[in-house]
């Protein structure tokens, strides 16, 4: 019973969503009802199931930790020039780029691609780069419980660049260090490993 009730509101909230595009449409300038926009409404809506798929996904369901069986790892673990694409809170724009993700293990690690996955989640939301970057080191650390984990995320904002103060080739890095992170040798050897040296911009 209440599913049925679930899948109504659901249905009665995606027509109201259809109705806001076609007011947006209106508002610029535009005739809704013109031939190329008549679908306009319900693209957007499955566009927003996968824009905004991350608010349904759990971070720590991603992060399916095993045991090292062999020797104790206690390295770093990096994962480099993730891109990733999400959209900023301020604007609704898109902000775009990479995300270099790392963690030195105390007994469990994960496996390569959830570090891409655990981005995606924090990706596929409304967002600020900077919550974006503390977000995934916070789950790492509390899923993991390792010796400390860093992100740094590098991208391009749209509202800055087509909007506003219409500055391109200008990029923003944001970094978030915990744990043993934030002891010197760890953090150079970080930072040495990722070298942000270029603009990684597809504009
Ligand atoms: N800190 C931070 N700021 C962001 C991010 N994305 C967009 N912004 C900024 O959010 C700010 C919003 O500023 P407001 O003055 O409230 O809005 P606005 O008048 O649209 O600002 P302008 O972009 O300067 O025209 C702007 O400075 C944007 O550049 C982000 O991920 N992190
Ligand atoms: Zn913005």
Do not use: W
């Not at 899948?7 to 007011?23: G, L, M």
């Not at 993700?101 to 990706?123: C, D, H, M, N, Q």
């Amino acid at each position: 019973m209440s599913n049925k009730n679930d899948t109504e509101r659901r249905e009665a909230s995606q027509q109201d969503v259809r109705e806001a595009v076609k007011t947006i449409l209106t508002y610029i300038g535009e005739n809704p009802d013109r031939e190329g926009l008549l679908e306009t409404p319900d693209r957007i809506l499955r566009s927003f199931e996968d824009l905004y798929s991350g608010y349904a996904i759990k971070p720590e369901s991603v992060l399916k930790t095993f045991k090292d069986g062999s020797e104790e790892v206690d390295e770093m673990i990096l994962q480099r020039n993730i891109p990733f694409f999400s959209m900023c809170e301020h604007h609704m724009l898109p902000f775009f780029g990479v995300a270099h993700v790392a963690y030195v293990p105390e007994s469990r690690i994960v496996g390569l691609s959830k570090l891409a996955r655990l981005v995606e989640v924090f990706a596929r939301r409304l967002q600020v780069q900077e919550r974006m970057t503390t977000q995934i080191t916070g789950s790492l650390m509390r899923t993991l419980s390792p010796r400390g984990a860093a992100c740094v995320i590098q991208a391009s904002h749209l509202c800055m660049f087509q909007r506003g103060i219409k500055k391109h080739h200008s990029d923003t890095i944001t970094s978030s260090l915990k744990g043993c992170f934030r002891n010197a040798e760890t953090r150079a050897e970080f930072l040495e490993l990722i070298k942000l040296d270029g603009i990684h911009t597809i504009i």
